[in-house]
């Protein structure tokens, strides 16, 4: 049972274009919410991650937007670039849980065309 | 900073042979690493978490006896996969946090390993 529910599967955008990928949790224990950057054949790399007690943050092109009550986060990537086509995957960590694990989400590809 | 390295990057090996992967905390002192598989276009799944000096705690589903955890320094886990057999194929990632610093919700992902069992 996945935890943290991810979409879309994948999106194309064009360069330039704004591609959004939602996420929506269940758990209200969950406290840290990151996002991940992954290229075939590499490890994840942590892009950008928010706590609770914001609506939103930036850095660099990429904003995390956050709606507590619903209990949604979401992943912006403005300007996008070629250079930005990846798998990209949020996830949550509950600190009741041992050690921070975190749960992820399914994953969305995102091809940006030049 | 906040780097983490795994070796080897690419292994085969053959059926019923054990592989040994590292994990290594480069920069900084990793109390707690997590060794994760990723199956091709699928999410990455924890298998076990383990913390320095202590046993690994097993995800439900994962045999503790095929897949070897030793967190034996707050740099370095390893992980051995004993008697490997094809379905055992994967991708191998690891990851670590610090409990120092502002940062300790943090996990920092390795490069990961290819393990391909013939």
């Known amino acids: 049972q996945q935890q943290v529910k991810q979409s879309p599967q994948s999106l194309i955008v064009q360069k330039g274009g704004i591609p959004i990928i939602n996420c929506a949790y269940e758990?209200?224990?969950?406290?840290?919410f990151p996002w991940y950057q992954q290229f075939p054949g590499k490890g994840p790399a942590l892009l950008i991650a928010i706590r609770p007690d914001v609506s939103e943050k930036k850095e660099g092109r990429f904003t995390i937007s956050f709606n507590k009550s619903a209990k949604q986060f979401s992943l912006h990537i403005m300007d996008s670039q070629p250079g930005d086509s990846a798998t990209y995957f949020c996830a949550a960590s509950n600190p009741l849980s041992n050690d921070y694990k975190l749960s992820f989400g399914a994953g969305t590809t995102v091809t940006v065309r030049a | 900073g906040a780097v983490v390295s795994q070796h080897p990057s690419r292994v085969i090996c053959k059926s019923g042979t054990s592989v040994k992967i590292e994990c290594r905390s480069l920069?900084?002192?990793?109390?707690?690493m997590f060794w994760y598989r990723q199956f091709p276009k699928q999410s990455l799944m924890l298998m076990a978490t383990s913390n320095e000096g202590s046993k690994a705690t097993y995800e439900q589903g994962v045999e503790k006896d095929k897949f070897l955890i030793n967190h034996a320094s707050l740099t370095l886990s390893t992980l051995t996969v004993t008697s490997a057999h094809p379905e055992d194929s994967s991708f191998y990632i690891c990851?670590?946090?610090?409990?120092?610093?502002?940062?300790?919700?943090?996990?920092?992902f390795g490069p990961g390993t290819r393990l391909t069992v013939t």
């Open positions: 990851s670590a946090r610090t409990v120092s610093g502002q940062n300790f919700y943090e996990q920092y």
């Open positions: 920069d900084f002192q990793a109390t707690t």
């Open positions: 758990n209200t224990a969950f406290d840290y």
